[in-house]
């Protein structure tokens, strides 16, 4: 778990190893906190019963809108809690279709700042190509951009 302030704006980063109680325990600390964004890797999502998380249920939260990347059917490994405090938090245009990768653009305090939410794996569909080398490397970053996630290193 890492905490990181940029300009006053709180980010929790954490990976959740697919449980729900930690989200629930993610999702309480980061309202004492105040932090404005939760960036999770291996959420708690729940697929339909056919298996196809293109309807997922998850844990929600008053004070946070939950941001899934474009995903299809496969299990999203990348999610962003947003405080509903922040002014705008959108998918990017450049977020890929991937359920690994996940870009938000972030308008706060009169700045846009990208948020890249990585879980570095071997892709769902099966290339083989980590999550980096397609979702992230093939797009340039903005200026302002803060790259998150759970990079696997120990798998290179």
Not at 11 to 25: D, G, K, M, V, Y
Not at 90 to 95: D, G, V
Request: hydrophobic residues 40%.
């Amino acid at each position: 778990m890492e905490l990181i302030s940029i300009t006053n704006l709180k980010i929790l980063q954490i990976n959740l190893n697919r449980s729900a109680p930690a989200t629930e325990s993610a999702l309480n600390l980061a309202t004492e906190l105040n932090i404005d964004i939760i960036a999770i890797q291996e959420p708690w999502v729940y697929p339909n019963p056919n298996n196809d998380y293109t309807v997922t249920r998850l844990v929600i939260h008053s004070g946070f809108t939950q941001i899934l990347p474009y995903h299809g059917i496969l299990r999203p490994r990348t999610l962003f809690y947003v405080s509903k405090a922040i002014n705008i938090a959108n998918i990017a245009i450049e977020s890929p279709q991937d359920p690994d990768c996940l870009i938000i653009d972030i308008n706060y305090k009169n700045s846009k700042i990208q948020v890249i939410n990585i879980y570095n794996e071997k892709h769902l569909d099966g290339s083989g190509i980590y999550t980096v080398n397609k979702g992230l490397l093939p797009n340039p970053l903005y200026k302002d951009s803060i790259v998150l996630g759970n990079f696997n290193t120990y798998y290179l």
